[in-house]
């Protein structure tokens, strides 16, 4: 079934409920965005040539038309891009053609970099959404909604690769109905006029919660700033009932830790899901005491979206109040309709207690990688999703995370992978080596700090490669610190030793 189909029984359910409010002010109706985005819909078909299956990308900030464009894509059969409005031009354009994207939808604050990367794509064509272009889009004939089967391809999200370049992890209309279905049995059920808050990008975990409000009727609440801005978030809740929204933990610490908010300005909060890096305990706590019990957490990743484990609300007030406090390094059990086990080195089912790789198993794990046979067989196995990552299980089936065997640092709720950072940095001339680590920060989880062996009679400097970076990489993923080693640890086998690096950044910090 075309998930799709969600807004359309919302049109015909909650026609005259306001669908997405802009800041304070009342956007569009059910009626109003059913009714655009089949126009649109047909417009990708007939004035585009789109075909069903094609790829149309996102590149945007945080806006209405996002919903619109999501939406009329997957109504005329296609299949979504989103991308990180922060990403460098060369990962634009990367994606882009990796995807043989058709379209791609952006704004004005992003139109001349992706003119750039999109000129130098096979074929994509672009769509400004603040042009008048894109105003007669509007008007026209709506579109049928195309019939899709359940497995076929709905999203396409690109994950950020260890090995340099970033893969496509295939979702499918069955993957987003399941992480709808889980949002709404685990999290929270919404009521029509229940509100979602897009602080967090719509581009990554904030997106897919779109599904479920739109699903009950409930109101995308966009940001005028298309980001996470904590006065502006207070004004919105002094006129918004029953908000909700998905946060990085240090977006919740700063909500929690602004001076001049008062208890009576979170009265209209109603859920936070939190996920993406560890929340310090101490956070939790300060949390629980400044916002109530309204804190949900999530585990999940772009091969299961959102959907691996929950700790709910209940679980968070148990833990807060001193009855399982333990539980709060935990991750929760698994979503309804998932399956988990841990796998030891040899394939072997671990015991209780025991650590090793996370294995999921149920409709919302990934079809694949696009166009990766090897990447696919290499992490779904037997129907398996190996996430890569290292956990345990208590004796009631709380999964504890305890390691990430793909070195992911997660800096603000954004996934940073060192060898990406690595390899733009040894493009350097003055760089011969290079390892990068990340650091425990109390603001944004983790830091990236480089380690760099400089090319033997060169002088290199903070300044330096920090401009080199900024030409280079998107500005979230660069390093932060840089440290210089004439040679950096290594084992027996000539293999970087990150652990050593990470105790040289420990003993030189507090000597």
């Keep these: 079934m075309n998930i799709a189909e969600i807004l359309r029984r919302a049109d015909a359910a909650y026609t005259d409920q306001p669908a997405i409010v802009l800041g304070t002010q009342p956007y569009l109706t059910y009626r109003q965005l059913y009714r655009r985005v089949a126009v649109l819909a047909h417009h990708l078909r007939e004035q585009f040539s789109l075909q069903p299956g094609d790829r149309v990308a996102l590149v945007m900030e945080n806006r209405p038309e996002y919903v619109e464009a999501m939406f009329a894509a997957w109504h005329a059969g296609l299949v979504v891009v989103p991308m990180n409005a922060k990403l460098h031009p060369s990962e634009f354009h990367y994606i882009l053609q990796n995807s043989d994207a058709a379209l791609c939808f952006t704004s004005n604050k992003l139109h001349q970099q992706l003119l750039d990367s999109a000129g130098t794509a096979k074929r994509t064509q672009l769509i400004n959404v603040d042009s008048k272009q894109y105003l007669s889009l509007s008007e026209g004939e709506p579109l049928a909604l195309e019939p899709k089967d359940s497995d076929d391809l709905a999203w396409l999200f690109y994950t950020s690769g260890t090995t340099g370049r970033p893969k496509g992890a295939m979702q499918s209309h069955r993957n987003l109905h399941a992480m709808l279905n889980g949002f709404l049995s685990q999290i929270k059920s919404v009521a029509c006029g229940d509100a979602v808050y897009h602080g967090a990008p719509m581009s990554h975990g904030g997106g897919y919660y779109i599904l479920p409000f739109i699903a009950k009727g409930g109101i995308q609440l966009i940001p005028p700033s298309g980001g996470f801005d904590v006065p502006e978030l207070l004004s919105m809740l002094r006129e918004q009932r029953s908000v909700s929204f998905f946060a990085a933990p240090t977006m919740v610490k700063r909500l929690v830790e602004y001076p001049d908010a008062q208890p009576a300005d979170f009265e209209n909060l109603d859920t936070i899901i939190y996920g993406g890096a560890p929340m310090y305990q101490t956070d939790l706590q300060r949390a629980h005491q400044v916002l109530g019990n309204k804190l949900v ?10 959907n691996i484990t929950v700790l709910d609300r209940y679980q968070h007030a148990e833990s807060l109040n001193g009855l399982q406090l333990q539980r709060l390094a935990s991750v929760g059990l698994p979503h309804f309709g998932i399956e988990l086990k841990i796998v030891t080195a040899d394939n072997a089912v671990a015991d209780t207690g025991i650590a090793g790789e996370i294995c999921v198993h ?23 999703l190996y996430t890569g990552d290292i956990g345990y299980l208590d004796e009631q089936g709380f999964l504890y995370l305890t390691d990430r065997s793909k070195d992911v640092i997660i800096s603000g709720g954004s996934n940073i992978y060192p060898r990406e950072v690595e390899e733009v940095l040894l493009q350097h001339p003055d760089v011969r080596e290079v390892s990068v680590i990340g650091i425990p920060d109390a603001e944004w989880g983790e830091l990236v700090v480089a380690y760099v062996s ?13 401009q080199y970076c900024l030409e280079k990489m998107a500005r979230f993923k660069r ?33």
């Design 297 to 306: 957490q999530i585990y999940g990743q772009g091969e299961c979206p959102m």
């Design 362 to 384: 149920g409709d919302a794990v990934m079809l694949g990688y696009w166009h990766n046979d090897q990447a696919t067989s290499e992490t779904l196995r037997d129907g398996w």
């Design 479 to 511: 390093p932060k610190l840089y440290r210089f080693l004439d040679k950096l640890p290594k084992n027996s086998t000539g293999k970087i030793l990150k652990t050593a690096l990470r105790q040289h950044f420990d003993c030189t910090n507090k000597s």
């Design 454 to 466: 400089p090319t033997p009679g060169t002088e290199l400097n903070n300044d330096r490669l920090e």
